[in-house]
């Protein structure tokens, strides 16, 4: 199998690297642009037999006012991909986000939820695994929620830093979610690709928590003194809505991986190694 890495050098594409280790073409932007088809063609070729997708417009707030943008990397660019995958007979791996659902739910998110984004971001993404769908293109497209890592900008090192320098936090209590390890995300994408399971799957940590609980809980790790408190979303208010529930159901990976590990352990070994 000849796997190409789109994107190896950012949070979710280096623990592919790391996962993966030999044997894999790694190409960033602007070698490939998902704005600019030629660039897609150009990298993947006949021979070609995986593509794993970790490149995405992610500026959620960002996306209100640059829609247009939003729409072109997360939605054609991915349609664009996938039909090149068809052409080339590779399969195409790609990444969907909990923002595709409306965010109101009691209950986890199945995976034959319907789409219902409330924002630029997530109708981007819903573009996205709509035209994935209708490309023809063989394809394992898994959604997941609130990635973090030892490395790049995420939550978890900006939670951790914050705690170093501050007395007290503020943290919203109010939207419920499943933290997700890049390196946990990346194993298991993989182990559901090696079974040769194609179509729509979630995969996040297990559980599920506040952003309030996931800071909390990251502070006592790092052995800080700073204190978290709840607050609600209001309190903060962003361009872009946030979900106040937004946690997928594990069901379908779990019946064929077992079950995910609790987002507290993939949490503990993420704290151990920060960069």
Request: a neutral charge.
């Amino acid at each position: 199998m000849t796997t190409l890495l789109i994107s190896p050098d950012g949070m979710l594409g280096r623990a592919f690297v790391e996962a993966l280790g030999e044997g894999i073409t790694g190409v960033s932007y602007p070698q490939i642009d998902l704005t600019k088809p030629e660039t897609i063609t150009a990298h993947l070729t006949p021979g070609v037999t995986r593509v794993i997708n970790c490149s995405a417009y992610t500026d959620v707030d960002g996306a209100e006012t640059n829609e247009a943008l939003a729409n072109a990397i997360n939605g054609h660019g991915v349609e664009a991909l996938a039909k090149r995958c068809r052409e080339i007979g590779a399969t195409l791996i790609h990444f969907g986000t909990d923002y595709v659902f409306d965010g109101n739910a009691t209950k986890p998110y199945p995976v034959s939820a319907p789409l219902a984004p409330q924002g630029a971001y997530g109708r981007s993404k819903a573009l996205g695994e709509t035209l994935l769908r209708e490309s023809g293109a063989q394809h394992l497209y898994v959604r997941t929620s609130w990635l973090y890592a030892p490395w790049a900008k995420n939550f978890v090192r900006t939670i951790a830093s914050l705690a170093k320098t501050k007395s007290e936090l503020k943290v919203v209590d109010d939207q419920r979610g499943r933290p997700t390890s890049a390196e946990h995300l990346a194993r298991t994408t993989l182990a559901l690709s090696e079974r040769g399971k194609r179509g729509t799957w979630h995969v996040t940590d297990g559980g599920e928590c506040s952003w309030f609980d996931f800071a909390r809980e990251i502070v006592r790790l790092g052995g800080s003194s700073c204190v978290v408190h709840p607050c609600t979303t209001a309190e903060f208010p962003r361009p872009a809505k946030r979900p106040a529930y937004s946690v997928l159901d594990l069901a379908e990976t779990e019946s064929v991986l077992g079950a995910m590990p609790d987002w507290r352990e993939n949490l503990a070994s993420v704290m151990a190694r920060l960069e």
